[in-house]
């Protein structure tokens, strides 16, 4: 028989859940890499998982990444088929308070993953997560595979250099690792750290009168924006295909951060007007002339990604993906979801 089984790092999160029913779907087992923390089976944290319905058909080793030896051990009770590394220290604003947390949880450990794989499962195909922050130097531009990276935040650096990692035991090996560029991909299930899930689900807490005002950061900018569920199945096709390069996974089309939050309002039905001062914005609800979205200074970023737009040429042609769910039907998706849940 043959050996198909997956190892997910961050499989709690947006993107590994979504990856692990596709995998299951597809006949694999699925092993969910847990960091110890108290009560990880909490539904807190795997609340994903069981929607997906999938929680009881998982199996789970609970582990620090950065114990190499624990790591290695683990690898050679399985030998997985597959490694899916999602999981890292996300927040671009706390990597920058936290620059040896997020060098640890970043590099560290996917250094931990690549070696241990060199000295005891050379034939596991591994797929690491990467960002597309890792372009964050540059402004109102589109960017492919051969782009030189410009990562300016402590989080962008950390997944530059995992990538460089990469391409290094890529010229003296025959591992077989893959990487993928991800551009924004938001879905039900994004964390509450994220710009889509702030905004939906402080809308679906005004709409319902629990909250009355929410400060955001700069609305004007334009991002690569698509849906997370289909960045899986693209995940999984560079997994299944193993073509030991890197993929954009991107949609290629840009979004004013301002049409994500229009597009929220309009699927609510709340009527507002847009009051503009310079790169700041507030919206204003028309029924209670009140300002219930504003644009604070303190909230905007050093670097961000304006305007950046991912080319998925490469991909839609070695394997024939690309994202079709554009932004209006995401934030309906989203906001569905959070009027669903929020009690």
């Known amino acids: 028989m043959i050996n198909k089984t997956i190892f997910i790092t961050g499989i709690n999160g947006q993107d590994g859940c979504y990856l692990a029913k596709n995998a299951l779907d597809n006949g694999f087992e699925v092993i969910g890499l ?24 998982l199996k789970f080793e609970v582990l620090d990444l950065r114990d190499k030896s624990k790591l290695k051990n683990l690898i050679k009770k399985y030998k997985p088929s597959h490694f899916a590394h999602l999981g890292s220290q996300s927040s671009v604003k706390k990597s920058d308070n936290y620059k040896k947390l997020t060098e640890e949880s970043n590099f560290q450990v996917s250094k931990n993953i690549i070696q241990n794989l060199d000295e005891t499962s050379r034939d596991t195909i591994f ?89 955001v950061g700069d609305l004007f900018i334009k991002r690569d924006i698509g849906y997370a569920k289909e960045y899986t199945e693209g995940i999984f096709k560079v997994l299944s295909k193993n073509k030991k390069t890197d993929y954009i996974l991107s949609s290629n089309r840009l979004y004013e951060l301002k049409e994500f939050v229009d597009n929220c309002l309009n699927i609510l039905n709340i009527k507002y007007e847009i009051i503009e001062e310079g790169s700041k914005i507030s919206y204003l609800d028309v029924n209670k002339n009140y300002k219930f979205i504003v644009s604070d200074w303190s909230e905007f970023r050093e670097f961000d990604l304006r305007g950046i737009k991912g080319d998925n040429t490469k991909i839609k042609k070695d394997l024939d993906w690309q994202p079709k769910i554009k932004l209006e039907e995401i934030c309906k998706l989203m906001i569905n979801y959070e009027l669903k849940t929020t009690k």
């Not at 960091?35 to 929680?55: A, H, S």
């Not at 782009?147 to 250099?161: E, M, V």
Request: glycine share 4%; proline share 4%.
């Open 34 to 57: 847990q960091r110890p923390v108290p009560n990880y089976r909490t539904d807190q944290i795997v609340y994903r998982l069981k929607e997906q319905g999938i929680f009881d058909k």
């Open 127 to 215: 797929f690491f997560a990467s960002s597309a922050t890792i372009y964050e130097g540059y402004q109102d531009t589109t960017v492919n595979e051969d782009t030189k990276p410009l990562p300016k935040t402590t989080y962008a650096k950390s997944k530059y250099n995992t990538q460089q990692l990469i391409r290094e035991k890529l010229d003296d090996s025959d591992l077989q690792l893959n990487t993928g560029i991800l551009f924004s991909h938001e879905s039900e299930y994004r964390r509450p750290n994220f710009f889509s899930k702030k905004i939906t689900e402080f809308l679906i807490a005004y709409y319902l009168g629990k909250k009355d005002c929410i400060n």
